[in-house]
């Protein structure tokens, strides 16, 4: 990602001024990104986004020509908001900041930390923006996948998005996120090429209308690629189409070929799956697939299902690659400690109206606890105090409402360090491996957890110290408020 440091908000770049003007550039703070709530009305997340992000982080410079450009923003006055000493400095800033996130594939609740930064005020700070939008978008995507393959139940899913996705950098996104929540592969060749994604694909309509004829065009097809050979069968009657698949994948067998399949993609797809399903059976091709496509989610994909429909591999594009039922994540990155040079930490807290808004103060981490290969809690604690010796989870809504986490349940932190002064610690493991993680991550959670509608919820909080300390500064900060 060279040449993408100004993948920035301007205030970003205003307040790293602020900072470095008033002295204030190299005093250590710590953010936190997280989400407030799980899309989807979801009862998981599946964290993604953090190999691109580590491309942008390895590439962070303002080099010449960035220097240059900068220089010509105004303000009201029409003279240059920066003054030619701080670009000098940007011109020569290198990331000294330690960098902890969760691995991709990990499932995650609202509130945990999923990037955690610390250092100089002024670095961290600069990098909110670029982290927001490669972990919002990736993420959202990846549990939208993870929906839509857990709705398939073991069927394959095709990722089919490219053509309605929202630009180049969007769909290449998609493509990745969505192997890593679990698809079996893509259509997007490309994505196939960076990230290694198995590449699927047969034919449109418009193969078919370029015929006189539906069967001359399954001929001619199958002449030319008889080793993939998937039919498209609803282009004028879709079981006439399916017969005539039938006529050449008779054919292709003689010449020592299978039919792969065939593909619906418009009308009743759950009766006719099952049409379609018997005359396949009835003429002996039991392992020809019927793939699916047309708008289809989680929701379209559990119906079909319940209405006894045969599909076996799902081809899901629009509603995958936009999140279509909720267009953002709502991540945020938000100041929790600072200390000037030398000084003691202080921790900070972000004050709401609503109190889903009210930030977490202190060097979180996150804490899974798992009992018999199941996760049983996870706590939000602070890196600041030492790990206490009996875990108490605090519950956010409610905090009468208090959990004991038995001595039986071992516990690990989900934050690994990526960065540390700086400098790149952490190997990205392949996609396919994260793809797995994604897999095994969420059979640990109870089947309640992963139900579409209504989840059950899974235990999350602060650990008790925490949420005490918390209590009292958003005490304290009120106070000061009520006697402005």
């Not at 209308?209 to 993939?228: I, K, Q, R, V």
């Not at 109206?353 to 049983?376: C, D, L, M, Y």
């Not at 932190?413 to 002064?421: N, S, Y």
Request: proline fraction near 5%; glycine fraction near 8%; charged fraction near 20%.
């Amino acid at each position: 990602m060279d040449g993408m440091t100004l993948l920035t908000d301007l205030y970003q770049l205003t307040m790293a001024y602020g900072y470095w003007k008033s002295g204030r550039a190299d005093h250590e703070a710590v953010f936190h990104l997280h989400f407030r709530n799980a899309p989807f009305a979801s009862g998981y997340t599946v964290a993604c986004g953090l190999e691109p992000v580590l491309d942008w982080l390895r590439a962070f410079r303002f080099p010449d020509d960035d220097v240059a450009f900068l220089a010509t923003i105004p303000g009201n006055d029409g003279k240059p908001i920066f003054a030619p000493e701080f670009l000098e400095h940007l011109r020569g800033l290198r990331l000294s900041v330690d960098v902890d996130a969760v691995p991709e594939g990990t499932v995650v609740f609202p509130h945990q930390p999923l990037v955690r930064v610390r250092g100089p005020i002024l670095q961290c700070q600069l990098l909110e923006t670029a982290l927001l939008c490669l972990v919002n978008f990736h993420t959202l995507i990846a549990t939208k996948a993870a929906r839509i393959c857990q709705a398939a139940a073991g069927d394959q899913v095709l990722e089919f998005g490219l053509r309605r996705a929202q630009g180049v950098d969007g769909a290449l996104a998609a493509s990745r996120a969505a192997y890593v929540g679990g698809c079996a592969s893509t259509s997007n060749v490309l994505a196939g090429k960076r990230y290694g994604i198995p590449v699927r694909g047969t034919h449109a309509h418009s193969w078919v209308m370029s015929f006189t004829d539906e069967l001359e065009a399954f001929e001619t097809y199958a002449g030319a690629m008889p080793n993939n050979c998937v039919f498209l069968v609803d282009t004028y009657d879709t079981l006439a189409g399916v017969r005539k698949a039938i006529a050449v994948g008779e054919r292709l067998r003689q010449r020592g070929h299978e039919l792969v399949g065939i593909r619906l993609d418009s009308g009743d797809l759950a009766w006719l799956s099952a049409e379609a399903r018997k005359l396949l059976d009835a003429a002996g091709f039991h392992k020809a697939l019927i793939v699916a496509s047309n708008d289809l989610d989680e929701r379209t994909i559990t119906s079909i299902k319940a209405q006894g429909g045969k599909v076996a591999v799902w081809g899901v594009g629009t509603k995958l690659v936009t999140a279509f039922d909720q267009p953002a994540l709502g991540g945020v990155y938000k100041l929790a400690a600072i200390r000037a040079p030398g000084g003691a930490w202080q921790p900070r807290v972000k004050l709401s109206e609503q109190v889903v808004k009210v930030s977490n103060p202190g060097i979180q981490n996150t804490r899974r606890f798992v009992r018999g290969g199941a996760a049983v809690a996870d706590v939000i604690w602070d890196e600041l105090h030492p790990a206490p010796t009996a875990w108490e989870l605090v519950d956010p809504a409610d905090a009468s409402h208090r959990t004991t986490i038995g001595a039986d349940a071992q516990g690990a932190d989900l934050l690994v360090p990526v960065l540390r002064a700086g400098t790149q610690v952490y190997q990205p493991p392949a996609l396919v491996a994260v793809r797995e993680r994604t897999r095994a991550q969420l059979a640990l959670f109870h089947e309640g957890v992963k139900r579409l509608d209504n989840p059950h919820r899974y235990p999350v909080g602060l650990e008790r110290g925490l949420h005490e300390r918390k209590t009292a500064l958003v005490l304290a900060a009120r106070a000061v408020k009520a006697t402005a």
